[in-house]
């Protein structure tokens, strides 16, 4: 708001009125705070750049509880003497994925830098070639392991690698093998990759580790959503990976964590490792993923946790939204009409499958003024242009956020 300021100085003989408006116009913008909700009506369902996963009531309540007091967070009740913040995620942790120990940092790079440079520092990671991804915002895995210490090997082509390419690869510096799940990306056509059974077999001959970034953090059977199969974080440790490492605020539904599953002695080791305190969790995080993980731990997570519960939306639900919302903006003198249309589950996750929708379609020639109209909006609703409309998908759109703004 230049223009109040400059308004008001260059302008001594405004109404008094005028004055306070633009004083008060000036001074709610100066005080507004960058970071705030929005409505996502993208139909993306993980949306990186809109904060990723919204949390459930239950991990909202915990960050309230645990932010506004003092408490446990490194203190043991029972003996009155300091305790561990490593306690606080782990056991739900270890219930839900079936997994040995568990421990929770910043991010899933986060996680990776630490499994990385806790198991494999000075030591060669075999990876294949077809795995060597950019995860987003420039990151690359290859630049995470060069910052652990640990040495690259590239194995296989980008299509298709073999076990064998594994097996000779193997030297007597070599520390681990390292899978990273095609989380973004799809390698359609003439590909093929061993098999995790296989690769864990390999690793444990040669006395290596199998350490799998499995990303996504899906601990439910998305194909239950008619989706496509996501290997779950399940799978991975059951198929004999010593260490998976995933995300907390993708498919998890929690907020922005980063998670290492697996082997109680390797998992103790990398959490005496110095880049564990540098990469830890905050106590908020640690609140509100214990509250989203015991959703999983109870069989609610699909009722609790908001994008599960966006997944499992029944369309005839999102149909009668887009039409009530059509109708409201027709109302308002905006004509819409709805469609059929896809929601995707983003974040990275599930590429190239999608979900059917049913989407409000506004017609104009001017879509991108239109979009930062709604932008404008408090809150402002993000919508989605295609050619010449602006569509906006009720999936994504949170219980309690749909009707504002609108009309
Ligand atoms: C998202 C993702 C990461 C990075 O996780 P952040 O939580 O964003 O740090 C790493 N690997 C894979 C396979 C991913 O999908």
Not at 153 to 169: F, I, K, P, S, W
Not at 218 to 246: C, I, K, N, R, S
Not at 306 to 323: F, G, K, Q, V, Y
Request: proline share 5%; hydrophobic share 40%.
């Amino acid at each position: 708001m230049g223009c109040a300021r400059n308004c008001w100085l260059g302008n001594p003989s405004a109404h008094p009125e005028a004055l306070a408006d633009q004083t008060a116009a000036w001074l709610a913008d100066y005080f507004t705070p960058t970071l705030h909700p929005v409505i996502n009506a993208t139909g993306v369902i993980i949306h990186t750049n809109l904060g990723r996963a919204p949390l459930s009531g239950a991990a909202q309540a915990a960050i309230t509880a645990v932010g506004g007091h003092y408490n446990t967070l490194e203190y043991d009740l029972a003996s009155g003497q300091r305790g561990s913040r490593t306690v606080h995620a782990e056991q739900v942790l270890r219930r839900v994925a079936g997994a040995e120990a568990a421990v929770v940092v910043n991010n899933n790079a986060a996680a990776m830098l630490l499994m990385l440079s806790g198991l494999c520092a000075g030591q060669e990671v075999l990876i294949s070639r077809g795995q060597l991804v950019e995860i987003g915002g420039g990151f690359r895995i290859p630049d995470i392991l060069r910052q652990s210490g640990a040495k690259l090997v590239e194995v296989g082509t980008t299509n298709r690698t073999h076990l064998r390419d594994y097996a000779q690869a193997i030297g007597p510096n070599t520390a681990a093998i390292l899978v990273v799940h095609a989380s973004n990306y799809q390698i359609i056509g003439f590909t093929s990759a061993p098999e995790m059974s296989e690769l864990a077999e390999l690793t444990r001959k040669h006395g290596l580790y199998l350490l799998y970034d499995q990303g996504s953090g899906a601990l439910l059977d998305t194909a239950a959503y008619g989706l496509a199969h996501e290997p779950t974080v399940q799978e991975g440790l059951q198929v004999g990976a010593d260490v998976v490492a995933f995300s907390g605020d993708k498919l998890v539904g929690g907020p922005q964590t980063g998670i290492l599953v697996g082997r109680s002695d390797l998992i103790h080791t990398l959490k005496q490792h110095p880049l564990a305190r540098a990469v830890r969790a905050d106590k908020l995080a640690l609140a509100s993923l214990s509250a989203t993980l015991e959703h999983y731990l109870k069989g609610e997570a699909e009722r609790e946790i908001p994008i599960w519960r966006m997944m499992a939306r029944p369309l005839a639900d999102i149909r009668a939204t887009a039409e009530a919302w059509a109708g409201h903006f027709t109302a308002a003198g905006l004509p819409a009409t709805t469609r059929p249309d896809v929601s995707t589950v983003g974040g990275g996750s599930l590429p190239g499958t999608s979900l059917p929708s049913h989407v409000v379609a506004i017609p104009t020639s001017h879509p991108n003024q239109l979009a930062a109209r709604l932008r404008q909006a408090t809150p402002p609703i993000i919508g989605r242009i295609q050619s010449d409309h602006l569509l906006l998908d009720p999936r994504t759109v949170l219980l309690g956020q749909e009707g504002a703004g609108v009309g």
